[in-house]
């Protein structure tokens, strides 16, 4: 569809307040405490509202402020954070999700959900990415860059080995330096997986208010990420084999490709469930799990790579017609 952007005073004024909020959201989290953290989490929200409910454009307009206020104040890193790790992919993955407009027309015109991860997930992966690359030149090393992160997990790590809470066998300096590596990766697969869950929401509130007007998508069948993500997942997790830098890119490449075909995968499950009297259970289990043990990540992810070779969802409904009505019904 078409960019629907209306300048008017009043779509400009919406603009505007969604970037002040925005603005304000993400400056909760510089107050600390564990309520401004929760809330912070939905620091896109106000962003993607505007570009769905809106027009690109005038999200663009909101996320553009948004970054121009929290680079006054507090603090030009913090804004130039914000606009790459926020407001960038939230725009993008909107831009992506409207199908891409551009000259009167669309550039992408289907599987606009995982399009709209995907731009999301890059983005986020390369910032990370060009961050270690920077920091790893301007300190001599990763290990230098990573230090502060370092410093605090092994402050952590000793006092919890210290309360018995890990065995003494554990060696705190050595696992300090393996969660520092780890760390950019953990932000960047949780980061995503943060985005998309503001994608959604965005997306649901532009409807109930009335303010999408295309037809919604039915993610579950919808969802289709290129063999490549595959490509690059595996890619991530050879190259964690490797020492320093390369190793760290690695993990990155892994989480949020990871996350990407996870997603894949939960869609997989949710079309084969689909019909069963017991799919509101089972799903419901599902995401409990998902979210206090985090463990099925990694079956979700093999098969949602699996999913972009072998084509389990067209199967599935393939199949659904070839089977017989109920023998009840027949003559």
Known sequence: MPDKSVFSLQNIGVSILAGLAAATIALVVTRGGMGGLVFAHLAPLPILIVAFGFGVVHGATSAILATVILSVYPHPVVGMGYALLVAGPAWLAAYAASGAPRGGRDL???????????AAGGVIAFVVILWLIVASFAQGSLDEALNPIRARAFLLLDTMRRDKQLPESLDPTELSGQVARAVPAFLAGYGLFVLVANIWLGAFIARVSALWDRPWPDIAMEFRLPRAVGGLFLSGLALTFFPGPSGAIGLVLAATMGM??????????????????????????????????????????????????FNYRDRKTAAAPSQPENPANTD
């Open 108 to 118: 992408i015109r289907g599987n606009f959900s995982s399009w709209a991860c995907l």
């Open 260 to 309: 990407l075909l996870m997603l894949q995968g939960l869609a997989v499950v949710h079309i084969f469930l689909r019909g069963s009297k017991s799919s509101a259970l089972v799903l419901a289990i599902l995401y409990f799990m998902l979210g206090f043990l985090g463990w099925p990540i990694v079956p979700l992810a093999v098969l949602g790579g699996a999913d972009t070779i």
